[in-house]
């Protein structure tokens, strides 16, 4: 399958603004990609690759917990005991106590550790591996699209994230269900990320891009989809 026609496609039948990004996850550090420079947090690395980096990053160049804890790169009986507690996000104004956070969390997938080494980051317009996750930066109504463009031959519903980490709901949910993504992102990625006020967030599985392509490509030849 070739990404960097289908990421052309995209693009062009949604009009986004901003660069798809393909992520896969590898048991061994890929030898014909770089690996990322410095620390940066989940986030931050879909920024990079939006902005145009390829690179692969390893445990050891993730900065936070989530992206660490959720994407598998690190097993959470590592972290300090403030971090297990989650503690840490009371005064940050995230959570009001200790059990309102334990609570949120138990709805939080995580990929398990140990099974992977590094994931690569890549803008799917330069994609040239199979990738497991596509996430993607839109407006509202371009989301919407997606969404009927996933379901417009399967029926299919997509999930919607709540306020898990995107980490957590943006890529380990959408990697261990194989479902449609969407959501609004968390504060801690909406911070760093410099996304606009209107901007959602959709990740879609691999393996149904190209269906929801072509999906998109027919619904805009029908009535409520055609852009007369």
């Known amino acids: 399958m070739n990404y960097q026609e289908l990421a052309k496609k995209l693009k062009i039948i949604l009009k986004l603004k901003r660069e798809p990004v393909a992520l896969k996850w590898v048991s061994r550090e890929p030898r014909n990609i770089p690996q990322e420079e410095e620390k940066s947090r989940f986030c931050t690395k879909l920024s990079k690759a939006m902005n145009g980096s390829i690179f692969y990053s390893t445990a050891d160049e993730e900065e936070c917990m989530g992206g660490q804890k ?129 901007e959602i967030m959709i990740s879609i599985p691999a393996p149904d891009l190209e269906r929801i392509i072509q999906n998109l490509e027919e619904m805009k030849t029908k009535t409520f989809f055609r852009e007369d």
């Open 70 to 198: 959720y994407t598998g790169m690190k097993n959470p009986k590592e972290f300090p005991k403030n971090m297990q507690s989650g503690s840490f996000l009371v005064p940050a104004g995230v959570y009001k106590s200790i059990p309102a956070v334990q609570r949120s969390w138990e709805y939080n997938k995580a990929i398990k550790p140990g099974v992977f080494s590094a994931i690569i980051f890549a803008p799917l317009t330069e994609t040239n591996f199979e990738p497991d996750i596509i996430f993607i930066v839109a407006d509202a109504r371009q989301g919407m699209e997606i969404l009927h463009a996933n379901a417009y031959d399967s029926g299919s519903h997509g999930l919607g994230a709540d306020s898990s980490p995107i980490c957590s709901s943006m890529a380990s949910v959408p990697y261990l269900t194989g479902k449609v993504t969407y959501g609004f992102g968390d504060i801690g990625s909406r911070n760093h990320m410099d996304l606009q006020d209107e």
